[in-house]
């Protein structure tokens, strides 16, 4: 009896087994396993809340400079100069600056005028592995376009 | 730190300018950015979060870019915009974390016409 216990308790175990490693697996990937900072927000939620829906397209005008390897995920110089005049009536309203993979994926949100004189803004961020990074302008038009890019991360900086 | 001891630095580049240039505010500040997933190596207390929410750059009490920023950005910050000169005037930025400290820092603007 005990040995037939013990059998079933296995396949039991083993059932369950089988059942949660897919589950898992499938937890690693997802972010709700992570710890999550404060203001926990993923790329596709945040890229919503700053466009309202609107299309995004990829531009020529944005110019995005970071370095392609980042050996120090800490301290990744992120720069943002945008092509286009600033007039009166015809700006660069804001320049956002987006990371795909990082637990928040809003970085900064750069609300710009025509005091300005160019649509530039640079900052230095954290990446906590290699993924991409997105620089969203929007116009006075009220119009979006972006620039990504991606940086290779050795040593994470979101510890 | 009490917010009185913060340092903070404001840069105009290059450091000639004339009226009607387009010239380089740079603003860096001594502050955490903690994000609020990192451990204390000693104690394995989880650090609170504290980060910079909020930035305006002022030209004689007149915005002309405001920030919203998150924990993403890094350790002792720094920002960097254009302004044009529109003359004489005075560079005021202010700041605010999300533990409610406010502090300030303030700069001439001197073209050399």
Same mark, same amino acid.
């Given at each position: 009896m005990k040995r037939r216990n013990f059998l079933k308790n296995l396949c039991a175990v083993s059932a369950l087994a089988t059942v949660a490693t897919p589950s898992m697996v499938m937890g690693k990937d997802a972010p709700k396993q992570k710890p999550k900072g404060v203001n926990a927000m993923s790329y596709d939620s945040a890229l919503n809340a700053i466009t309202g829906g609107k299309p995004v397209a990829d531009s020529p005008k944005v110019s995005l400079t970071v370095p392609e390897i980042a050996e120090n995920g800490a301290v990744v110089p992120v720069k943002v100069n945008v092509d286009h005049p600033m007039e009166e009536n015809n700006y660069v309203k804001a320049i956002h600056i987006l990371t795909t993979k990082n637990g928040n994926a809003r970085a900064a949100d750069v609300m710009l005028t025509p005091m300005n004189g160019k649509g530039y803004f640079a900052t230095r961020i954290k990446l906590g592995s290699t993924q991409d990074v997105v620089a969203v302008v929007e116009l006075s038009d009220g119009t979006f376009i972006k620039a990504s890019k991606s940086v290779k991360v050795t040593i994470g900086g979101c510890g | 730190m009490p917010a009185e001891a913060r340092k903070s630095m404001i840069k105009i580049k290059p450091k000639k300018y004339k009226t009607g240039d387009i010239v380089k505010v740079d603003f860096i500040v001594i502050h955490p950015?903690? $994000?609020?997933? &990192?451990?204390? &190596? &000693? $104690?394995g207390e989880v650090i609170p979060a504290k980060y910079i929410d909020s930035i305006t750059f002022k030209l004689d009490g007149k915005p002309f870019t405001t920030m919203k920023v998150w924990e993403t950005v890094s350790t002792n910050p720094y920002f960097s915009v254009n302004l044009k000169v529109p003359g004489k005037g005075k560079i005021t930025v202010e700041y605010t974390d999300n533990t409610g400290e406010k502090n300030s820092k303030s700069k001439k603007l001197k073209p050399k016409d």
């Open positions: - | 950015m903690d $994000t609020g997933l &990192k451990k204390d &190596k &000693k $104690t």
